[in-house]
């Protein structure tokens, strides 16, 4: 079965950084894009950043030139490179994928929680 396990997270200061990462098992890794979203206490799950199998990023307005999403197939891993974090950033951040297996599956992590404070 496809199994994603976030690590990584933890609690920063305004302005310090922290590497997300997702271990990914159960599908052909490099296939796929992977995702990461984010939801912070009582507000809707938002997407973060995708990578594409073609290593084609898109990031949500607000963490462009702060967050760096990568990947590394032979691992079967997606980072989340976090630099310059803020309050606004604390929220539990989630690996996601949605595979293509006998149908269309999505599939998320069990999350990891961020906290931006001084």
């Known amino acids: 079965q496809v199994q994603l396990v976030e690590s990584g997270g933890g609690l920063v200061q305004p302005g310090g950084s922290l590497r997300l990462s997702c271990a990914a098992s159960?599908?052909?890794?490099?296939?796929?894009?992977m995702n990461w979203y984010r939801q912070a206490p009582r507000k809707e799950r938002e997407l973060v950043a995708q990578i594409t199998s073609l290593y084609n990023t898109y990031y949500t307005d607000s963490v462009k030139g702060r967050f760096t999403i990568s990947r590394d197939n032979a691992k079967n891993t997606v980072y989340l490179q976090m630099n310059s974090l803020k309050p606004e950033d604390t929220a539990v951040y989630y690996c996601?994928?949605?595979?293509?297996?006998?149908?269309?599956?999505?599939?998320w992590g069990q999350g990891t929680q961020v906290t931006v404070s001084s």
């Open positions: 159960g599908f052909t890794f490099s296939s796929y894009a």
């Open positions: 996601f994928v949605k595979t293509l297996q006998q149908g269309v599956y999505d599939h």
